[in-house]
């Protein structure tokens, strides 16, 4: 157990709807990354928070938005979805303290499946 | 363009021997290396870590080969268990140092046989 909790652990939606996914981070950790596994690639990075505001931005489409609220949960929205946002999100924590090496643990993944 | 590249999506060996798997990288700004494990409907688990001032490190069975100059990494598992059976994954941080969002290959699935 990482101790990075993400919900729903599954999710289907059809075209065009909006969800919202869940990720609460190892407690004390104040980075918060999303990734997303699609089938034919390996894990793409989306997004990165830290202490509530964004610090990095991936591949993340514009109808993909996240955020990072005061007790550092995140919660990523992916709206007007379409058949090929099908995938597995996995968001991932870390402290991110000095300029030390940063071990990201990962969250056991929501998988999405738009019908 | 695939910075990280993990060539063999597949490998198969025996419980007791040497599994070795492979990580190439382009990206000459790279110097922190990690390996992930991970499980059907889990999350990738974090393995071992190399940074480029070494070009080795171990971790009980789990040791980690970098060569610079190839821009090759391989991880070595001594002797292979069956728990071992799992996919693994290659990642840098994608603006060199060893923080920050991760590059990752897309994974070599290892099954051990027993």
């Known amino acids: 157990d990482s101790g990075v909790t993400q919900t729903p652990k599954h999710l289907i939606t059809a075209t065009g709807q909006r969800v919202t996914l869940r990720c609460s981070p190892r407690?004390?950790?104040?980075?918060v990354y999303w990734y997303q596994q699609s089938l034919d690639q390996g894990l793409q990075f989306l997004i990165q928070y830290y202490n509530g505001e964004e610090r990095a931005k991936g591949n993340i489409l514009e109808r993909f938005s996240a955020q990072q609220f005061p007790d550092l949960h995140s919660e990523l929205n992916l709206s007007s979805l379409e058949l090929g946002d099908s995938a597995l999100y996995f968001c991932?924590?870390?402290?991110?303290?000095?300029?030390?090496?940063?071990?990201?643990?990962f969250g056991p993944g929501t998988r999405l499946t738009v019908l | 363009d695939q910075q990280v590249k993990q060539n063999s999506p597949s490998l198969s060996v025996q419980e007791g021997r040497i599994s070795i798997l492979n990580c190439d990288y382009t990206n000459s700004m790279f110097d922190y290396f990690l390996w992930y494990k991970k499980y059907p409907a889990e999350g990738p688990t974090f393995l071992i870590s190399?940074?480029?001032?070494?070009d080795k490190n171990e971790d009980g069975r789990f040791t980690v080969f970098l060569n610079k100059s190839a821009k090759h990494l391989s991880l070595h598992i001594v002797p292979s268990q069956p728990g071992d059976s799992a996919v693994y994954f290659c990642?840098?941080?994608?603006?060199?140092?060893?923080?920050?969002?991760?590059?990752f290959g897309k994974g070599t699935k290892l099954s051990v046989k027993p």
């Open positions: 990642a840098a941080p994608q603006y060199g140092g060893s923080q920050g969002n991760l590059i």
């Open positions: 190399i940074s480029s001032i070494k």
């Open positions: 991932a924590s870390s402290s991110l303290i000095g300029r030390g090496p940063d071990t990201q643990y």
């Open positions: 407690s004390g950790d104040l980075s």
